[in-house]
């Protein structure tokens, strides 16, 4: 049964502290994407990378937010320092990344970062 | 600048009836797409898709319309059940983005025994 994976699913912090959420993509799938969810803005696109390699992280708090993937079973998503205003939904998406037709992706569970 | 819209947050609906949820783009280049939905405490999960040389696409109880020259979609639910409620999101892509998709706010649809 294929399906991302995403650690931890829930995560309370105290602002400044350092929060590092992971993902697994689905195996054999080239492209790895990060989400937010807020009410305000739906599923805003953060960062993604295909083979990756990072295509476009324009969506992401440079200062205090990167992602990497180390390799192509995990891809990192890291707040540094966390502020209150990072509560949020993060997902982890992964998909066959078609330069053309259908860009079905495949959701992870969601990790839930509340920073107080 | 929000290029796919969902001006809706929520909709009801009594069970058996239609459900329509509307969305609007304004980029002119995006040649795919998709609605999901999401449950309470899961990722969002792929419902069903269309192409932008095509103006209609069924899968069963889904319907999605693609109006291209006013920019819009709709997804017809019928009839609706209790297990549709949830969060519909529209999505967008464009040709050589890489498989990236652009989403709207969502819709909380709440179908009503």
């Known amino acids: 049964d294929a399906r991302v994976t995403q650690t931890p699913r829930d995560k309370v912090t105290e602002m400044g502290q350092e929060v590092t959420m992971r993902c697994q993509p689905i195996?054999?799938?080239?492209?790895v994407f990060w989400y937010r969810q807020t009410m305000m803005q739906g599923l805003e696109l953060l960062a993604y990378?295909?083979?990756?390699?990072?295509?476009?992280d324009s969506g992401m708090p440079k200062d205090r937010f990167s992602a990497e993937m180390p390799d192509a079973t995990l891809a990192t998503l890291k707040i540094q320092p966390s502020e209150p205003r990072d509560s949020a939904v993060y997902f982890c998406?992964?998909?066959?990344?078609?330069?053309?037709?259908?860009?079905?992706?495949?959701f992870g569970p969601g990790t839930r970062l509340t920073v107080l | 600048d929000q290029q796919v819209k969902q001006n809706s947050p929520s909709l009801s609906v009594q069970e058996g009836r239609i459900s329509i949820l509307n969305c609007d783009y304004t980029?002119?280049?995006?040649?795919?797409f998709l609605w999901y939905k999401k449950y309470p405490a899961e990722g969002p999960t792929f419902l069903i898709s269309?192409?932008?040389?095509?103006d209609k696409n069924e899968d069963g109880r889904f319907t999605v319309f693609l109006n291209k020259s006013a920019k819009h979609l709709s997804l017809h639910i019928v009839p609706s059940q209790p297990g549709d409620s949830a969060v519909y999101f529209c999505?967008?892509?464009?040709?050589?983005?890489?498989?990236?998709?652009?989403f709207g706010q969502g819709t909380e649809l709440s179908v009503k025994p």
């Open positions: 998406a992964s998909g066959l990344g078609n330069w053309g037709g259908s860009n079905e992706q495949f």
């Open positions: 990378f295909r083979n990756r390699a990072p295509l476009d």
């Open positions: 999505a967008a892509s464009e040709h050589n983005q890489g498989g990236k998709l652009i």
């Open positions: 269309i192409s932008s040389i095509k």
């Open positions: 980029n002119s280049m995006f040649d795919y």
């Open positions: 195996l054999g799938h080239n492209t």
